[in-house]
């Protein structure tokens, strides 16, 4: 399986410029096509309208990642373009969108590209094509998580892709912010959904936000809830909230094993000198991890694409962030009932699984351990539909 930290195949998000802004990169997965040529040999796109507060003349849609090397996006008729410089208009910014149509469902087709599908329901999406470190044009994306860049004040939300020739690999992500019910259907040797969420889901989750002390700040009127990682860097979350959860556990495992099992076999680690070692397959080790390493997933829980510390990093981080990485030694649980049973927990995430109709969510970035992301993939696709659900 492709984990989503996989998933873009390079779409590797960095801070890009003072708004927060985020810059995405130009490589692309192994298969995928060269730019510049038409989408209709690509997959049937179904974009389904069920806000019930937006008609489709209202909703604009945004198809932009990499292909073949390039920063590239959809056109409205269907052609897949490089991204360039004289794209930008008057105002900064370069006009990407794909109207819907006029009623009814939307048909389009989705080229051979790794991206992310972005809908805006209340005003356009700015997407400002800058020089990336070598001089390519690179996309600054939306980051509307912070109250400074001009996606802020917009309605909006995206699904994220990999279309290649090894299949369909897709999610519903979470990871940044929750506004737009999105939900995806792939259908192919499989009909599978991820994404759906139980009637009145959206309301549900900003209400118990709201009265989750320390995630109150979070809810974004009734525009967004942020993800707790980037609340943090915005002075709008606690740095240290985690902070007494992780030394809890990092006291617990000095003079105890913890045993994680991944794909190379059982690891067994102890506490000493304040990082936490294993052995086993291989010796990998992690030092005490902040509030933002486990949020972000990211520090001290960096996941390398190794075999080894990555899925060892991956589990820990899904431990800390469902609160059950000290009362069970051996990692991975997979039994949902055991999540965020602590006061002190990732109550963002928790909310977000509480109203998936099937459980899944893509939280937190390490929430594909044990399978419980909003992702699916198909090696041999024959549709995909994108429905926007009820505000």
């Given at each position: 399986?492709?984990?989503?930290?996989?998933?873009?195949?390079?779409?590797?998000?960095?801070?890009?410029?003072?708004?927060?802004?985020?810059?995405?990169?130009?490589?692309?997965?192994?298969?995928?096509?060269?730019?510049?040529?038409?989408?209709?040999?690509?997959?049937?796109?179904?974009?389904?309208?069920?806000?019930?507060?937006?008609?489709?003349?209202?909703?604009?849609?945004?198809?932009?990642?990499?292909?073949?090397?390039?920063?590239?996006?959809?056109?409205?008729?269907?052609?897949?373009?490089?991204?360039?410089?004289?794209?930008?208009?008057?105002?900064?910014?370069?006009?990407?969108?794909?109207?819907?149509?006029?009623?009814?469902?939307?048909?389009?087709?989705?080229p051979r590209m790794s991206g992310r599908i972005y809908v805006a329901l209340d005003g356009e999406l700015p997407f400002k094509v800058v020089q990336d470190g070598n001089g390519a044009a690179a996309l600054q994306y939306p980051a509307g998580w912070v109250?400074?860049?001009?996606?802020?004040?917009?309605?909006?939300?995206?699904?994220?892709?990999?279309?290649?020739?090894?299949?369909?690999?897709?999610?519903?992500?979470?990871?940044?912010?929750?506004?737009?019910?999105?939900?995806?259907?792939?259908?192919?040797?499989?009909?599978?959904?991820?994404?759906?969420?139980?009637?009145?889901?959206?309301?549900?989750?900003?209400?118990?936000?709201?009265?989750?002390?320390?995630?109150?700040?979070?809810?974004?009127?009734?525009?967004?809830?942020?993800?707790?990682?980037?609340?943090?860097?915005?002075?709008?979350?606690?740095?240290?909230?985690?902070?007494?959860?992780?030394?809890?556990?990092?006291?617990?495992?000095?003079?105890?094993?913890?045993?994680?099992?991944?794909?190379?076999?059982?690891?067994?680690?102890?506490?000493?000198?304040?990082?936490?070692?294993?052995?086993?397959?291989?010796?990998?080790?992690?030092?005490?991890?902040?509030?933002?390493?486990?949020?972000?997933?990211?520090?001290?829980?960096?996941?390398?694409?190794?075999?080894?510390?990555?899925?060892?990093?991956?589990?820990?981080?899904?431990?800390?962030?469902?609160?059950?990485?000290?009362?069970?030694?051996?990692?991975?649980?997979?039994?949902?009932?055991?999540?965020?049973?602590?006061?002190?927990?990732?109550?963002?995430?928790?909310?977000?699984?509480?109203?998936?109709?099937?459980?899944?969510?893509?939280?937190?970035?390490?929430?594909?351990?044990?399978?419980?992301?909003?992702?699916?993939?198909?090696?041999?696709?024959?549709?995909?539909?994108?429905?926007?659900?009820?505000?």
């Amino acid at each position: 399986m492709i984990s989503r930290r996989k998933l873009l195949g390079g779409l590797a998000a960095g801070a890009a410029a003072s708004t927060g802004a985020v810059l995405l990169s130009g490589r692309t997965p192994a298969g995928a096509a060269q730019a510049g040529r038409k989408a209709a040999d690509g997959l049937p796109l179904t974009v389904v309208n069920k806000t019930g507060a937006f008609d489709n003349s209202s909703i604009r849609l945004y198809i932009v990642g990499n292909e073949g090397g390039r920063q590239v996006r959809v056109t409205p008729d269907g052609e897949v373009a490089p991204v360039a410089l004289g794209d930008n208009g008057a105002g900064g910014a370069a006009d990407y969108a794909i109207p819907l149509a006029s009623s009814g469902d939307t048909r389009l087709t989705l080229p051979r590209m790794s991206g992310r599908i972005y809908v805006a329901l209340d005003g356009e999406l700015p997407f400002k094509v800058v020089q990336d470190g070598n001089g390519a044009a690179a996309l600054q994306y939306p980051a509307g998580w912070v109250d400074t860049d001009a996606s802020s004040d917009v309605l909006h939300d995206c699904a994220e892709f990999t279309y290649n020739d090894s299949g369909m690999f897709c999610n519903t992500t979470m990871v940044d912010m929750f506004s737009v019910p999105l939900s995806i259907r792939l259908t192919g040797a499989k009909d599978q959904t991820a994404g759906e969420l139980r009637a009145g889901a959206r309301e549900t989750v900003f209400a118990d936000l709201r009265e989750t002390e320390g995630f109150s700040r979070l809810v974004v009127g009734d525009k967004r809830v942020i993800a707790p990682g980037h609340g943090l860097d915005g002075g709008l979350f606690a740095a240290d909230y985690l902070d007494g959860a992780v030394a809890e556990v990092w006291d617990h495992y000095t003079g105890r094993d913890l045993k994680v099992t991944t794909n190379a076999g059982t690891f067994t680690g102890r506490v000493s000198g304040d990082r936490l070692a294993f052995t086993g397959p291989a010796e990998v080790s992690f030092g005490r991890p902040s509030t933002r390493d486990v949020l972000f997933c990211d520090g001290a829980l960096a996941a390398p694409n190794d075999g080894t510390t990555g899925p060892v990093a991956a589990i820990l981080g899904a431990g800390l962030n469902r609160s059950v990485l000290r009362s069970h030694p051996e990692q991975p649980v997979t039994d949902p009932a055991a999540f965020y049973q602590e006061a002190i927990t990732n109550h963002y995430a928790r909310a977000l699984h509480e109203v998936s109709a099937d459980g899944r969510a893509y939280g937190f970035a390490f929430d594909d351990v044990a399978g419980f992301a909003s992702y699916i993939e198909d090696g041999a696709p024959s549709g995909f539909t994108l429905t926007i659900g009820p505000l």
